[in-house]
């Protein structure tokens, strides 16, 4: 049992709780990924906690279910969107059957340029993207990587 510091920045919280499940071995099937709301001074961090690391095949192994959601922060989500995290949490987990993206403006096209360029994407059958503007061709891209698994797609803005 560690004593752990009371004043843990965002990201840190996020890197204490995935070591622990890949510490456990806990088999982790829906996560929610909700992003601070507003300006973060932190956002670098954030950046350099949230990286690749080994064990995310450990935590993402038994994932189904993943809800991405990121608030409209221009400055902060060009700094997290553009993290390996949120690329490896779908890319690490191979029964992923649900995802559902919100993320605001052109970050969201960023994201869905990189998961269509994913040559073995997970069997996803229910997909969610909300809030985004994404480029025609990546989400094309995208969706012809989910066209034998995909029976479920919902957009909106």
């Known amino acids: 049992h560690r004593k752990l510091p009371t004043d843990l920045q ?7 709780f995935l070591a622990i499940i890949a510490d456990t071995g806990i088999p982790v099937t829906s ?35 993943l ?14 969107l553009h993290s390996p995290f949120f690329l490896s949490a779908v890319q690490c987990a191979p029964r992923l ?12 096209s960023a994201f869905i340029r990189k998961l269509g360029a994913t040559e073995d994407l997970p069997q996803i059958q229910d997909l969610t993207l909300k809030h985004g503007r994404i ?23």
Not at 10 to 16: K, L, P, Q, R, Y
Not at 69 to 74: A, K, R
Not at 135 to 157: D, H, N, P, W
Request: with cysteine.
């Open 10 to 16: 965002f990201g840190e919280c996020i890197a204490v």
């Open 31 to 65: 996560f929610q990924f909700l992003g601070p709301d507003g300006y973060m001074s932190d956002a670098d961090d954030l950046h350099h906690v949230l990286s690749p690391w080994p064990e995310s095949s450990v935590v993402w192994g038994h994932l189904q279910d």
């Open 67 to 80: 809800y991405l959601h990121w608030p409209c922060n221009v400055s902060y989500s060009r700094t997290c």
């Open 135 to 157: 480029e025609e061709r990546y989400l094309q891209a995208f969706l012809q990587g989910l066209q034998k698994s995909l029976s479920l797609c919902t957009i909106s803005v």
């Open 97 to 108: 059957h649900k995802l559902y993206i919100d993320f605001y403006g052109v970050e969201a």
